[in-house]
């Protein structure tokens, strides 16, 4: 640590040493070929300053070189393994600008794996569906724990957690049930007629990952049912009467309720929905 023992009654320019800190691979197990995160972390380097990297195995072959820069003393890469490594990765940092050099502890590589085919067991779900989620892990052995992550899509790409799962794999596959809920409400939605917003149907994907190795499954998108009964100013339901149905994707039904003055739609958009019972004029008209 520097210490400064000039008098304190006047202004003396003191200059603080830079140095490396910390160089750590964010996991200690990767596969050949997955991504990992290496940190590094300084003190007093200015904003901006050049970082290099390189990968080495155990003998010293060297398998890859990074650049970065250094921002608030910090730096986070996310690293590709080549394929070809084996055993060992280690991580050389240097700061040319500063003649500083450091490395990481070594990064241990499990065998040759993949995970690949991530999919869900349906193309939509509607409330309290059991689903499967599964991937193909070929490689990789029994036991190795998988991180499932369910997103709810954004078009924007700002993706929100739902729920995160750790599997363990079995002959060679990722295998989870899963329940789906709807946890928001639905009239939040955005109608068709909603300008500027398009509407669009809640959707979900899951990104498996397994050493390193990520692979993230289609879309599943949401499906929603309605119940209706409508009832007159009496109290009694209303029979066999003719109605459109508006639906939030701008999309519209129409149909009769039944003796009971009731109407039951499956697999519809989940959103707003406006029911238009239709006058007399109309109704002959249908």
Known sequence: MSRHTAPTDRITRITLPSSIEVVRWRRRVAAPGGTVVLEVFTQFVGDGAPVQITLHEARGRRLAGLAGTLHGNRLSIAVVLPEAARDLVWAEVVLPA??????AAPLVLTAPLAVQQARWSAESARRGDALTLTADAPGAPDGAAAHVTIFAHDPDGAHEVVAQLVVPVQHERVEAPWTYHYPWETHALPHEADAPTRYTVPAYFFRVTLHGRTCTSALLSFQDWIDITVHQDDGEPLPDHPYHL???????????LDADGHLHEADVPPGPVRLELLDEDLRRAA
């Open 98 to 103: 500063h003649g500083l050099t450091a490395c």
């Open 246 to 256: 508006h639906l939030a994707d701008g999309t519209r039904r129409h149909g009769h």
